[in-house]
């Protein structure tokens, strides 16, 4: 396993993160323990979890499994860079959502229960809470720094003048701010390139991948559908209708490397300056072998020219728009 510094942070962290979004709702508790367990052993350090996963288990059910994983012992939790969120609606009731300093205190008091740890290694906000101050938010996350309960702070799906207003109120108050965010981002879906990756560079802020592999259509799905092994939801049918061209190129390149179509994706976003690690979400140990299988995919410079030929991608603003 490769492992780099979180942003401009002292962490270190593997080059892949292992998301947990499918554990409850996808996938059964005993299996989540075995991925957790799987990941572990081939050196992934890095899991990120949420306290509204769960789907149709409810709000919290995701992070109840990583805690109960973590009570087995073994050193599981102290091997692992735990990371979190908080913003999404827990209740109807107010103040159960978004970032407030009483739902901030709220929600980390709960996610720390449910996941049966007494800290959080990087606490990230979910979404941008245009309603609420940033002196009020950073003035919540240095209490909880204080108390112990979290360590560093972290971002998702911020625009890059969110980064640079939160780095900025928080250098105001000599506070470290964010050391991550994470944001979509994949051979398709390049905007990040624009003003997010630049901003984050800029800051010191590593970039964490969602989405690598753009729902799946990037991982073979051509194949997959003529061998009769996938089905595709409304909105995979027509995300595939708008990318058909370039997604035939690309599965045709990847034969060509001789690699598979999910592992060129992911070998792709660790050979992209800023980011620190994809995000990969296995429902099954399988896939977990594979996502861990993209670490050994080395992408040549004609080969990146390439991928960016297939899918092109952005210029940082303005130049993407203007001289």
């Known amino acids: 396993m490769e492992y780099t510094q979180l942003g401009r942070s002292g962490l270190k962290v593997s080059r892949l993160c292992l998301g947990t979004m499918n554990f409850g709702p996808e996938t059964d508790p005993s299996e989540s323990f075995a991925i957790l367990d799987a990941a572990q052993a081939a050196g992934i350090n890095y899991v990120d979890t949420a306290n509204v996963y769960g789907g149709r288990l409810g709000n919290g059910a995701t992070e109840k499994i990583v805690g109960d994983w973590f009570a087995q012992g073994g050193e599981r939790r102290d091997k692992t860079v735990l990371a979190t969120k908080l913003y999404g609606d827990m209740t109807d009731w107010p103040n159960n959502g978004k970032l407030s300093a009483l739902n901030i205190r709220r929600a ?89 990756l630049p901003a984050a560079q800029a800051n010191g802020i590593g970039v964490i991948a969602w989405s690598p592999l753009q729902g799946g259509l990037l991982g073979g799905v051509l194949r997959q559908q003529r061998d009769g092994k996938r089905r595709l939801s409304d909105h995979a049918v027509h995300a595939l209708a708008t990318h058909r061209d370039a997604i035939e190129k690309y599965e045709d390149f990847a034969a060509e490397l001789g690699h598979e179509p999910g592992d060129v994706a992911l070998a792709w976003l660790l050979h992209q300056g800023g980011v620190t690690a994809p995000i990969i979400g296995p429902r099954t140990q399988d896939q977990l072998a594979a996502g861990i299988r993209a670490l050994d995919v080395k992408l040549d410079a004609s080969a990146l020219a390439r991928l960016d030929e297939i899918f092109p991608g952005k210029k940082s603003a303005p130049e993407d728009y203007a001289w």
Request: no cysteine; aromatic share 12%.
């Open 108 to 196: 980390l008091d709960a996610s720390l229960t449910r996941l049966k740890t007494d800290y959080i290694d990087v606490y990230q906000f979910h979404h941008i809470d245009r309603s609420t101050p940033w002196d009020e938010i950073w003035q919540a996350m240095e209490t909880a720094v204080a108390q112990g309960k979290i360590l560093y702070a972290g971002s998702s799906n911020f625009a890059g003048w969110h980064i640079a207003t939160a780095q900025a109120e928080a250098r105001r108050r000599n506070f470290t701010g964010l050391v991550s965010e994470q944001s979509i981002y994949n051979l398709i879906t390049r905007d990040i390139e624009l003003e997010v």
